[in-house]
């Protein structure tokens, strides 16, 4: 009913490609991260969000034709019912259920398990074969609360109150989820952001989500010291370009799940480390396997072998399915 190929899981009876990662006839995809959502697509089935959240990304015209799927819509293609369930990983983000002849195949995306008031809390759907990501599939990855995290943001601003805190966070999801925990702890001020995150903001305060007061970090049209002390929130790229350079004595921090490793933020000058993560750890993928209780799982881009490992011992089925083309743009 659905098998890897080079362009990604497909499913023959339906003729549709999940998250293809090369232009297909018929693609689904599971949210708008560029890893899983490219252009070039001849239709393209997706949750309303992430259709506009591609429509921003690629323009108007990224494929021939699309269809937004409300959240447990049954849509029939070729005989193959899917529906599309939230995910938790960012605004629009779906799990995908695939069912036919009475078998039912959930495919995950990317997903988290913890509160986030930036998108749709994940639902767990009962299935046959759970195919889930493992972004962060290692025993080693605990991610503390992502509140306690930005804290020491916060604590930071109080201890060095001229230097401007520059947190790099990925465009989509994951720099709407840092603003909006900032602004849950209690900052209140003004919070500066790159141009680069602009227009997915807009989107998101559109769509409901209060960010508060933000500003462009445009150093040029500024007074000297409008950023001493501030939070200038951007892509992680922009912090190794002359722009950051220009702020005052700039504090580098950067919100990933990957700065759990020590030696990944020192290798890109990260002075603040901030494990915030939009993808489930090692404890909330087990509880979520536990969950679900499939008879098969499947396991895809990240640490496969270690879940697979562990699903076998716990007396589960299980595969990793090695799909190549999906990176952490929104870890």
């Known amino acids: 009913m659905l098998y890897p190929t080079p362009a990604g899981l497909y499913c023959p009876a339906g003729d549709f490609h999940v998250d293809p990662v090369r232009p297909v006839k018929r693609a689904l995809i ?19 969000q992430t259709l506009d959240i591609m429509a921003l990304r690629y323009g108007a015209d990224f494929a021939g034709s699309t269809q937004a799927v409300a959240w447990g819509e049954a849509v029939d293609l070729g005989g193959v019912k899917v529906r ?26 990317d997903y988290k398990r913890g509160v986030d008031p930036t998108c749709a809390p994940f639902e767990p759907v009962a299935c046959d074969v759970f195919i889930t990501e493992a972004t962060f599939g290692l025993p080693v990855f605990h991610h503390p ?15 060095f109150p001229e230097r401007t805190h520059l947190v790099g966070a990925y465009a989509l999801g994951k720099a709407q989820r840092v603003i909006r925990l900032i602004r849950d702890c209690g900052y209140d001020r003004p919070i ?20 508060g007061d933000l500003r462009p970090a445009t150093v040029e049209k500024k007074e000297p010291g409008t950023f001493h002390g501030a939070i200038v929130v ?15 004595e700039p504090l580098i921090a950067f919100a990933s799940g990957w700065m759990m490793v020590r030696q990944r933020a020192k290798q890109g000058g990260v002075e603040l480390p901030l494990v915030i993560s ?14 679900i209780a499939p008879q098969q799982v499947w396991v895809t881009h990240g640490r496969e072998e270690a879940l697979v490992r562990w699903c076998e011992l716990a007396g589960i089925a299980a595969r990793p399915l090695h799909l190549v083309g999906y990176e952490d743009e929104g870890d």
């Open 192 to 211: 500066y952001i790159h141009g680069a995150l602009a227009r997915l903001c807009d989107y998101y305060r559109a769509e409901g989500i209060d960010l």
């Open 84 to 109: 599309f369930h939230p995910a938790g990983h960012v605004l629009g983000s779906a799990q995908i259920a695939i069912e036919k002849d009475g078998t039912r195949i959930v495919v995950s995306g």
């Open 30 to 48: 599971t949210h708008g991260h560029s890893d899983h959502a490219r252009a070039g697509h001849g239709a393209v089935l997706a949750t309303r």
């Open 145 to 159: 609360d992502p509140k306690a995290e930005t804290r020491k943001l916060l604590t930071s601003l109080v201890q």
């Open 234 to 248: 951007g892509p992680p790229s922009a912090f190794q370009e002359r722009w950051a350079r220009r702020f005052n």
């Open 278 to 291: 939009d993808h489930c750890d090692w404890p909330e993928l087990l509880d979520t396997i536990r969950e």
